[in-house]
């Protein structure tokens, strides 16, 4: 694999592909729609828009999920975003929407978006089709996980929703809806590709190929899924496959890395081809399936409990490890107010877990030739396979101001296992065995 030294922050290729998106959409509205006579009338316009201005601040030194220390950020939450809705006729419309947000290619940055960019035929009221750069339908509130109003939580639990690092894709989506007394079950599937960037951390460098700290890694996605739904009037139930295809804008992507023995009961994995050993097993892409399940059910005293989980599977490669992750929560209505508490939690498997922890640890005596170099590729091999440990409780509340504003309130309490790859630990320490208090205040508004 090749790596560059510099950081890697796929701001090209990505506007470039929201370029191609709006070209496309909009060439497909100027010349199809024109014969299906879905023009022949103005299209009923309507602007609206939404966003967050929240703060958080952590009680550690160290920074949490990319933004977050002790000294407080606004960039973890905050966002706004500005979304126009074109109705072209009774069966057509068009939808653009672009949002600025912190970066997710540079942690010290905010840039503008296009978030959506889709053209929808209903032939039909169960029928939707959608073409055009939409929403990944991976969890429950993933299509509104910008609109903070739409939830009650500060933030949506991150541990079930890092599941997959990506939030949208560029392709056809259909939803079939029947209709049975009070209650409608839906199949959506869909088809598409996109362009994410995935986060990495490194405490140590290894010169020249890594620098410490922070870099991205960009990878083109093809993605394919099918989810379905059942609602009635106070219940949503919700399950979800999903299949995606990464492949590295830097190339192959390493399979495993294998153990270089130097002697009985001493050795190094190695994770480089400039390292000596057999050489790093090298794939095409990740084949990567994501199973998820998700409920939100009304109890009685105007109660909800709402839970989702999510298991990842990587099929041709150790690099990439399986992951589960879900939460479950509970919330109670009490005039304007919302008080909740939750439970979240992420894990790699056990297996991948004691070879991450192994890599880790491995130490070659300084009486080795290259040790300080082979022991620091060890940490920096561990950093790159991103393990997941750890678990939240989170007590917070919302109170909604009006129909369009709320303001939320969060203490949440994170523990680190082995190893957490939203830690960004100091050089020469471990991402395990942390605790982290977190305070969040928040305010979102929609117009």
Known sequence: MRYRRSLDTGRGSSDRRDSRSLRTLLWLVGCCLPASGALST?????????????????????????????????????????????????????????????SERDDNAWDPTLTWAFLSWRPTNDLLWRLGKQRLPLMLYSANSDVGITFDFARLPTEAYSILPTQDFTGLSLAKTWFDADREWTLEGYLGQTHTNWHYYLRNGLEPVFSAGTFYLGYDVNMAGLVLSLRDDRNTWRL????????????????????????????????????????VPMVD?????????????????????????????????????????GYLALLKRVGRWTPYVYWSGIRTSEAALDFIT??????????????????????????????????????????????????????MHT??????????????????????NVFSLSYSFTF
């Open 42 to 102: 103005p299209p009923d316009l309507s602007l609206s828009g939404f966003g967050t201005l929240g703060g958080a601040v952590s009680d550690q030194d160290f920074i949490y999920q990319r933004h977050i220390d002790d000294h407080g950020t606004l960039n973890r939450d905050s966002l706004a975003a500005i979304q126009l809705d074109a109705r072209l006729s009774a069966a057509w419309s068009l939808t653009l929407q672009a949002k600025a947000a912190p």
């Open 240 to 279: 979800a496959l999903h299949r995606a295809e990464a492949t590295s804008d830097e190339g192959p992507v390493p399979e495993r890395f294998p153990f270089v023995e130097i002697a009985p009961g001493l050795g190094y994995y190695q994770i480089l081809d400039a390292f000596p050993g057999p050489g």
């Open 415 to 436: 523990r680190t296992g082995r190893l957490s790859v939203f830690v960004d630990a100091p050089p020469d320490e471990d991402s395990g065995g942390r605790q982290i």
């Open 358 to 411: 192994g890599l880790n640890d491995t130490r070659l005596p300084q009486t080795i030739p290259s040790a300080d170099l082979i022991n620091a590729s060890q940490r920096t091999g561990a950093d790159l396979l991103s393990p997941y440990d750890q678990h939240s409780w989170a007590l917070g509340a919302s109170y909604s101001l009006s129909p369009t504003s709320r303001i939320k309130a969060e203490w």
């Open 285 to 325: 892409h990740y084949d990567i399936w994501v199973l998820t399940f998700g409920a939100e059910i009304a109890l009685p005293h105007d109660l909800r409990l709402v839970g989702e989980y999510g298991r990842r599977r990587f099929d041709n490669a150790t690099t990439g490890a399986d992951t589960s992750a």
